[in-house]
């Protein structure tokens, strides 16, 4: 099975097309619906996006580009905070909602704030919109509180076009940085570091023509790796980012999972007894908080009890109600940063509501472990950051049924074997 491109690469390399008149073509960009509203943003604001065959867009944003991104859509999404930076650059004015997406915290932007205003902009709020102005950006030293992902890459693309060199210490090092990095390079910004801790952006006076291919998404490889850990099946991944998943893969390994790296891709494989491994959350190379909730899922299976801790998000067990209703046995300590799994636990089929996505991923991982049918609602979620996850089930084994609510029905041993 391939993996997809990466939604939290695609998203900030579509607002980075804002950053020329010239056309950017996109290769690897998953079908998903953050992807559509980023799309109908780009669109509204006047850029013209042409999606080629396999997953191709070419973005180009010629003429006059719009400063005010559609209230309606990014009050959906939280990653419409990303046109920020871009069109403070670009027209030296952003207005957009604050942003909405997965209630997994508070997850604030003081930190895209702050930066921008080192860089010389105004930002101003009223109820429900930043309104941030800059007749000029000048580059800046800046130390942010804390890595933040999506802060880094918008103070990265606001930084391309500023006067000057920019340095971002503390920065986030996800993987989709480096892939915004690679896909501003070619568009001939002047970017080091990132990757690392500490960005260094040397200010162009402007950008020309983007091509770039986007990485395999890692948070989606981790989920279907886990999936099959989790069912006892067998795979083989094609462009599983296994660098990129080292914390992923040393539990998966001490849980009694093999993963092996071979010419085509990574196989995984259950070897036996799934046995419990306790984690904590951290940021990149640190364990993904955004495979949490499915290694929570995993560890319902194992024999024993496993202690799961969650640094960054304070909403992030908005699950386990719903996988208890599946018939796990996860208990919450009282400062809801932390929960003990006791397994393992015989999943039975019931109707559980999917909160976010990558609840939605732990919710469909149980349900695929549990005996009898489970009715999953609130599916929308999963098609904001998997690209068709019913038929990549379905080649796992899964059975799954579409319709306003998706069936899983047990594929227990189906999905062995399966490839
Ligand atoms: N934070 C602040 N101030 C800020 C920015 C962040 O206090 O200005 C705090 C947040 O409240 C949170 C922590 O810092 O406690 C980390 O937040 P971060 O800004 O890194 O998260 P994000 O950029 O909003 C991205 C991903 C999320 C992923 C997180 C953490 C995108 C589009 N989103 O969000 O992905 O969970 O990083 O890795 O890249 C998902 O794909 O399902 C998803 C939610």
Redesign the pocket.
């Known amino acids: 099975m391939r993996i997809s491109g990466a939604?939290?690469a695609a998203?900030?390399i579509m607002a980075a097309a804002l950053l020329t008149d010239q056309p950017c073509r996109l290769e690897n960009v998953p079908r998903l619906a953050d992807v559509d509203n980023s799309i109908a943003i780009l669109t509204e604001l006047g850029a013209s996006v042409d999606r080629g065959a396999e997953n191709t867009l070419t973005i180009t944003a010629a003429g006059s580009i719009g400063s005010s991104v559609p209230y309606e859509r990014a009050r959906v999404m939280?990653?419409s905070i990303?046109f920020m930076g871009p069109l403070l650059a670009r027209n030296g004015e952003a207005i957009l909602a604050k942003p909405g997406?997965?209630d997994?915290?508070?997850?604030?932007?003081?930190?895209?704030?702050a930066g921008m205003v080192q860089m010389g902009a105004s930002v101003d709020e009223d109820e429900g919109n930043f309104i941030c102005r800059a007749e000029h950006l000048t580059g800046a030293d800046i130390l942010l509180?804390?890595?933040?992902?999506?802060?880094t890459e918008n103070l990265m693309m606001a930084a391309t076009l500023a006067d000057g060199q920019t340095t971002i210490s503390n920065a986030?090092r996800?993987p989709?940085i480096a892939d915004l990095a690679h896909a501003l390079n070619t568009m001939g910004a002047r970017i080091s570091g990132a990757g690392s801790d500490r960005i260094e952006v040397e200010g162009v006076a402007r950008l020309g023509a983007g091509n770039h291919r986007v990485c395999p998404d890692y948070?989606e490889a981790g989920t279907y790796a886990i999936a099959v850990a989790a069912t006892g099946g067998e795979v083989m991944l094609v462009d599983f980012p296994a660098v990129d998943l080292r914390s992923l893969v040393t539990k998966l390994r001490m849980a009694g999972v093999l993963v092996e790296v071979e010419a085509e891709g990574v196989r995984v494989r259950r070897e036996g007894p799934i046995r419990p491994v306790d984690l904590i959350t951290w940021?990149?190379p640190g364990f993904?908080?955004?495979l949490q909730p499915q290694y929570t899922a995993l560890m319902t299976q194992a024999a024993g009890t496993s202690v799961i801790q969650e640094f960054?998000?304070e909403n992030r067990f908005n699950y386990v109600s719903e996988l208890n209703a599946l018939g796990a046995n996860i208990e919450l300590f009282p400062h809801r940063r932390g929960i003990r799994v006791h397994g393992p636990s015989a999943l039975r089929g019931n109707a559980v509501t999917i909160p976010?996505?990558?609840a939605g991923a732990a919710l469909m991982i149980g349900a695929m472990c549990a005996g009898g049918g489970t009715t999953l609602s609130g599916v929308e979620h999963l098609d904001r950051?998997y690209e068709d996850m019913a038929g990549k089930l379905s080649q796992l084994g899964a059975q799954v049924r579409e319709g306003a609510v998706r069936a899983v029905d047990s594929p227990g041993e189906a999905i062995a074997g399966a490839e």
């Open positions: 939604k939290n998203l900030p939280r990653a990303l997406g997965d997994i915290g508070m997850r604030r932007v003081d930190q895209h704030v509180d804390m890595p933040t992902v999506t802060g986030a996800e989709h948070l940021t990149h993904a908080t955004d960054l998000f976010d996505i990558r950051g």
